[in-house]
T-cell receptor, first 117, second 109 residues
């Protein structure tokens, strides 16, 4: 099956610093990528949807200046958490859509555990 | 509004059968997904239903009734490795996935 990688898998940073998370589709071209965050024992919360070469569409309540998303190529999207605060600590998961897979063509990365101290 | 409901937690015995229910209300409907998520890992795809009826795939089966806004995931011959959270997600008219909070399944020997 299709593979989506995420890097890093875990990151600890200090308050006020920025962290970049990469999401790559390894064996397909992802026209659309999704960024989610998940709190313990909670469901996935969609943060934004990004299409290659265009600006990301953010969900209501998600600060686009704080969570910068770049989808520069069909295989790479990045999420940068700027000026991180402890409340940004969470599990961040990306998902990529393989257009050849129809509705089932959505694949998840392994997630990134962010801890802000 | 859009809403997905599923039980928070269920417990079952190794070797037994368990059914996890999900009810959904979404703006439009383009299918119902079930994912498995082990703690600290990303979800993995289990099943997709867009037509009414039962889809069987090995030990796992998924059922959909569109008129009732209802689905269930049936797990047979439970194994300890099946202990995980099971997420129900409905795809709305914009092809966005609307997620349930997940059902934590605990398997006891």
């Amino acid at each position: 099956g299709a593979v989506v990688s995420q890097h890093p898998s875990r990151v600890i940073c200090k308050s006020g610093t920025s962290v970049k998370i990469e999401c790559r589709s390894l064996d397909f071209q992802a026209t659309t990528m999704f960024w989610y965050r998940q709190f313990p024992k909670k469901s996935l919360m969609l943060m934004a949807t990004s299409n290659e070469g265009s600006k990301a569409t953010y969900e209501q309540g998600v600060e686009k200046d704080k969570f910068l998303i770049n989808h520069a190529s069909l295989t790479l999207s990045t999420l940068t958490v700027t000026s991180a605060h402890p409340e940004d600590s969470s599990f961040y998961i990306c998902s990529a859509r393989d257009p050849a897979g129809g509705e089932m063509g959505r694949y998840f990365g392994p997630g990134t555990r962010l801890t802000v101290t | 509004g859009q809403n997905i409901d599923q039980p928070t937690e269920m417990t079952a015995t190794e070797g037994a059968i368990v059914q996890i229910n999900c009810t959904y209300q979404t703006s439009g409907f383009n299918g119902l997904f079930w994912y498995q998520q082990h703690a600290g890992e990303a979800p993995t795809f289990l099943s997709y239903n867009v037509l009414d009826g039962l889809e069987e795939k090995g030990r796992f089966s998924s059922f959909l009734s569109r008129s009732k806004g209802y689905s269930y995931l049936l797990l047979k011959e439970l194994q300890m490795k099946d202990s995980a959270s099971y997420l129900c997600a409905s795809m709305d008219s914009n092809y966005q996935l609307i997620w349930g909070a997940g059902t934590k399944l605990i398997i006891k020997p």
